[in-house]
C-alpha cells in the first residue's frame, strides 16, 4: 500500500514559481507511475505531468510545457514538480498519484491511479 504526501503550495504572484513535493511510503515505488493532476474549482481533475518511477519519458500536458518540471529523489522517494512562469490559470488544487503497471497510453487517466495524496493548493494571484 502506497501512500502519498503532498505539500508545498502557496500563494504566488504571476510569473513567480514554487516546487511542490510528493513523500511516498509503503514500500518500493519499482514498477509504478507517479503522476500530478490538478483540480481547479467547477472544473474536473486534469493531468499535469507524470511517468514511470523507475525511468522512461516524462509526460506533460501542453498547458504546462515548457514552465513545469517533474523530478524525482529516488533516496528520499519523493517526487518534485517545478513550477515556473506562473499563470492564474494555474490555480488549483495539486495532487499526487500514483499507479501500479501503467502503459504509458493511460498515463493522462486520473480514473487508472488509485493512490492519491491529499492535495495541495496552489494560488496563483497578485
Known amino acids: 500500500q502506497v501512500q502519498l504526501v503532498d505539500s508545498g503550495g502557496g500563494l504566488v504572484q504571476p510569473g513567480g514559481s514554487l516546487r511542490l513535493s510528493c513523500a511516498a511510503s509503503g514500500g518500493s515505488l519499482s514498477g509504478y507511475t507517479l503522476s500530478w493532476f490538478r483540480q481547479a474549482p467547477g472544473k474536473e481533475r486534469e493531468f499535469v505531468g507524470g511517468g514511470r518511477w523507475s525511468g522512461g519519458s516524462t509526460y506533460y500536458t501542453d498547458a504546462v510545457k515548457g514552465r513545469f518540471t517533474i523530478s524525482k529523489d529516488r533516496a528520499k522517494n519523493t517526487l518534485y514538480l517545478q513550477m515556473t512562469s506562473l499563470k492564474p490559470e494555474d490555480t488549483a488544487v495539486y495532487y499526487c498519484?500514483?499507479?501500479?503497471?501503467?502503459?504509458?497510453?493511460?498515463?493522462?487517466?486520473?480514473?487508472?491511479?488509485?493512490?492519491w495524496g491529499q492535495g495541495t493548493q496552489v494560488t496563483v494571484s497578485s
Open positions: 498519484s500514483a499507479s501500479y503497471g501503467l502503459i504509458a497510453s493511460t498515463t493522462y487517466n486520473a480514473n487508472m491511479y488509485n493512490y
